[in-house]
């Protein structure tokens, strides 16, 4: 079944730039839509941003001035890229994949926690 | 804040019935499907509900979704020690910060 799996950097340093990886194995990367959605300790979730595989874009209105998301079809890839980051980004960030008509996250990663700190 | 209104939290005793209502508006819930998520401590969101009220392969029927107007309910039968998570509601929401939002969650506990 389709798995998805975050990499990068747990820790990073305020003013630098966040950067993540989602791989997705064991299913098609095509017709569907992949996103990061991130989780501040012992709060909800909140959406970041998603890309269709042929490279369309959507971005949360609050973080669209800092956030870049990318697709890389040839490696079954998608990143994220959270420019000036401070200590509020400090989270756990998860990829997923979303079902676009009904707007459904339904396979997760297993999420990545990122702190923020000098 | 949330842009869907969840109780913080809920509980009740082994084998009965709870309710977890998801509060929206107009550019949200009543006019876009609902979806439900299950955390379970330290794990990932698992979807449970989609659609407003179908069930993902592997979820038992002892989970349910319904949608009125600007609310949503996530129902639990037969609670199980567990089903003690914190769960979400999401959906599409279409006003100025057009993109899918979530609930505050709630954290269901199995007394």
């Known amino acids: 079944q389709v798995q998805l799996q975050e990499s990068g950097p747990g820790l990073v340093k305020p003013s630098e730039t966040l950067s993540l990886t989602c791989t997705v194995s064991?299913?098609?990367?095509?017709?569907?839509?992949w996103s990061w959605i991130r989780q501040p300790p012992g709060k909800g979730l909140e959406w970041i941003a998603y890309?269709?595989?042929?490279?369309?874009?959507n971005y949360n209105p609050s973080l669209k001035s800092r956030v870049t998301i990318s697709v890389d079809t040839s490696k079954n890839q998608f990143s994220l890229k959270l420019n000036s980051v401070i200590a509020a980004d400090t989270a756990v960030y998860y990829c997923?994949?979303?079902?676009?008509?009904?707007?459904?996250?339904?396979?997760w990663g297993q999420g990545t926690m990122v702190t923020v700190s000098s | 804040q949330s842009v869907l209104t969840q109780p913080p939290s809920v509980s009740a005793a082994p084998g009965q019935k709870v309710t977890i209502s998801c509060s929206g508006s107009?550019?949200?819930?009543?006019?876009?499907?609902v979806s439900w998520y299950q955390q379970l401590p330290g794990t990932a969101p698992k979807l449970l509900i989609y659609?407003?009220?179908k069930r993902p392969s592997g979820i038992p029927d002892r989970f349910s979704g319904s949608k009125s107007g600007t609310s949503a309910t996530l129902g639990i039968t037969g609670l199980q020690t567990g089903d003690e998570a914190d769960y979400y509601c999401?959906?599409?929401?279409?006003?100025?910060?057009?993109?899918?939002?979530f609930g505050g969650g709630t954290k269901l506990t199995v007394l």
């Open positions: 999401g959906t599409w929401d279409s006003s100025l910060s057009a993109g899918p939002v």
């Open positions: 107009s550019s949200n819930i009543e006019n876009n499907y």
């Open positions: 997923a994949r979303r079902i676009g008509p009904s707007d459904v996250f339904d396979i």
């Open positions: 890309i269709h595989y042929t490279g369309s874009t």
């Open positions: 659609d407003n009220n």
């Open positions: 064991g299913g098609s990367f095509s017709s569907y839509y």
